[in-house]
């Protein structure tokens, strides 16, 4: 999935009821959120995000965000935020890569009876 | 410390009273600062922390503003966001972000309080870049409003709007009402009126039936009869016909007051001669009821300025009323000078001993349209309207009138003008 507009927090209220709505539709094991339209996130918004993050892997999908912007970044480690357990690359064909790794990963953990959690 | 050679241009600000202000100050801070050609980097930062502060529940609870302002060293641009809030901000959060921080700075345009983070631009040029075009067009970003002032201006004109509708719902309801009410006046002034004219058709009915009758009684037997056999008869017709006339007199001058059309002729005259000629009309009618009339007048009553026949017709009605209610007693008609808010006025005082009036029955003494009593009108004679023309050729004459009476002792009727009613010499006017 992909943001490309201004965040709101009305819209990201949106997103995550269309997100959960599509994850429960389609049997997603993983998503690559793309952030590479955003170039304006506060620390609010990202809290809001991870969030959203949050909620889809305790429905068990893999989240990853690519393309966060350079200046999002920056702003983000001086606001020291929490990043909990994110995964997050340079940009959605690294993002696909990740998820194919992490799926791969996970299969493997279940055949060797370990519990891998998303 | 700000530098000393730093000087400033307002480009404008915006309001934080919204819970949303922070995502119009993002829209219009990014779009500055993407003019100011700072890098796509730097803008996120500026305009992230900018956003963050202005998240803060001490800055949502403000009504203050943020101030976006053009700072020029000489030889480059730079950006000022102006926290203009009385509370405390995070100084050291902005110092990760901005060049330099000021707290309260009194330099024109900031307002002293609060915290002022400045930004230098380093690829714009003051001298190169610092255009009219780049000034107009940088106020245009601040200037005009974001789709969240916007959608806010919607909510308030919608609220604006319904509270129009629900006035005016209220309005309608109101006017409604007293529509209705105005309505059942009419209705009931209507009915009166109604009321009136069937009771007046009836007193109009009995002079005409008798001047016809004997009319033609005296056609059958004038060839039997001998002249002076005719005058009973003769007198019947005529004291019929009078009745009748001052009927259709009254009539026509309490509608012609209603619709306004009723004429005043000023004069100029003496009121003790006046009352004089009064007495002496009124005299053999008191006399027809053993009644003694006494008149007490000032010598230097003084001259009045009005329509001398109204006013005789006013004091003549309340005058044979007293003389037709009484039978040997004593009526007085007194005339003083008085002061009414430091003008002269001339007040007329009728005191008889008569039947007085009920006190029930005071409150519709002037009252048109509405009898009194019907069988003390039947008793007396009267057409039941003269109280009411009187009452309102006063009010022509500019004056009031009012009365007192106790029930089986007597009545006064009270009766007060200016002394100039109207213009010096005699003239018509139409009211």
Request: charged share 25%.
């Amino acid at each position: 999935m992909s943001i490309q507009v201004e965040l709101r927090p009305a819209m990201l209220e949106q997103f995550e009821s269309d997100l959960l709505a599509a994850l429960q539709k389609t049997g997603s094991r993983g998503m690559v959120l793309d952030m590479s339209g955003v170039s304006v996130l506060d620390k609010h918004d990202f809290a809001h995000l991870v969030r959203i993050l949050e909620t889809v892997k305790m429905m068990g999908v893999f989240p990853v965000i690519s393309g966060l912007q350079a200046g999002v970044v920056s702003y983000l480690i001086d606001a020291d935020v929490e990043w909990g357990e994110l995964h997050t690359c340079l940009h959605l064909d690294r993002g696909i890569e990740l998820l194919d790794r992490l799926l791969a990963d996970s299969v493997q953990a279940i055949g060797r009876g370990v519990s891998l959690e998303a | 410390m700000e530098p000393a050679t730093l000087h400033y241009i307002d480009l404008g600000h915006v309001s934080l009273q919204l819970d949303s202000s922070y995502l119009a100050l993002r829209h219009k801070l990014k779009r500055v600062a993407d003019m100011l050609q700072f890098e796509e980097h730097t803008v996120s930062r500026l305009v992230g922390v900018c956003s963050e502060l202005c998240r803060l529940p001490v800055l949502r609870e403000s009504d203050k503003y943020v101030g976006i302002v053009l700072a020029n060293d000489g030889v480059s641009l730079g950006l000022v966001v102006d926290f203009a809030v009385d509370a405390r901000l995070p100084v050291e959060r902005l110092q990760l972000y901005f060049d330099e921080v000021w707290i309260g700075s009194k330099e024109e345009p900031f307002s002293g309080v609060g915290v002022q983070a400045y930004k230098r631009c380093p690829y714009v040029r003051a001298k190169q870049h610092m255009t009219g075009n780049l000034l107009h067009a940088l106020r245009d970003c601040v200037s005009d409003p974001s789709r969240e002032e916007l959608m806010s201006q919607l909510e308030r004109n919608n609220k604006e709007l319904a509270k129009q509708r629900d006035d005016l719902e209220q309005t309608v309801l109101v006017r409604t009402r007293e529509l209705q009410d105005a309505f059942e006046l009419a209705q009931s002034a209507n009915a009166a009126k109604s009321h009136f004219l069937a009771n007046m058709s009836h007193e109009l009915r009995t002079p005409l039936n008798a001047v016809i009758g004997y009319s033609g009684l005296l056609i059958e037997e004038l060839e039997e009869l001998e002249p002076q056999e005719c005058v009973g008869e003769l007198e019947k017709i005529l004291s019929a016909s009078r009745h009748l006339l001052q009927l259709i007199d009254g009539i026509l001058d309490l509608s012609k007051i209603e619709a306004g059309s009723m004429e005043l002729v000023v004069d100029r005259f003496e009121v003790p001669t006046f009352l004089f000629e009064l007495q002496m009309t009124m005299q053999p009618l008191f006399e027809k009821h053993a009644n003694q009339f006494e008149l007490q007048c000032e010598d230097d009553l003084g001259i009045l300025f009005t329509d001398s026949v109204k006013l005789r017709q006013c004091l003549l009605n309340l005058l044979s009323n007293a003389a037709k209610f009484a039978a040997n007693n004593r009526v007085v008609l007194r005339a003083f000078s008085s002061m009414e808010d430091g003008e002269p006025w001339i007040r007329f005082e009728v005191i008889d001993e008569g039947i007085g009036i009920p006190e029930a029955k005071m409150q519709h003494l002037f009252t048109a349209f509405e009898q009194l009593d019907p069988s003390t009108t039947r008793r007396f004679g009267g057409t039941g309207l003269g109280l009411a023309l009187t009452q309102r050729l006063v009010r022509l004459l500019g004056g009031y009138i009012s009365a007192e009476s106790e029930h089986g002792k007597g009545s006064t009727f009270s009766l007060s003008i200016p002394v100039m009613s109207g213009a010096y010499e005699p003239v018509s006017m139409e009211l």
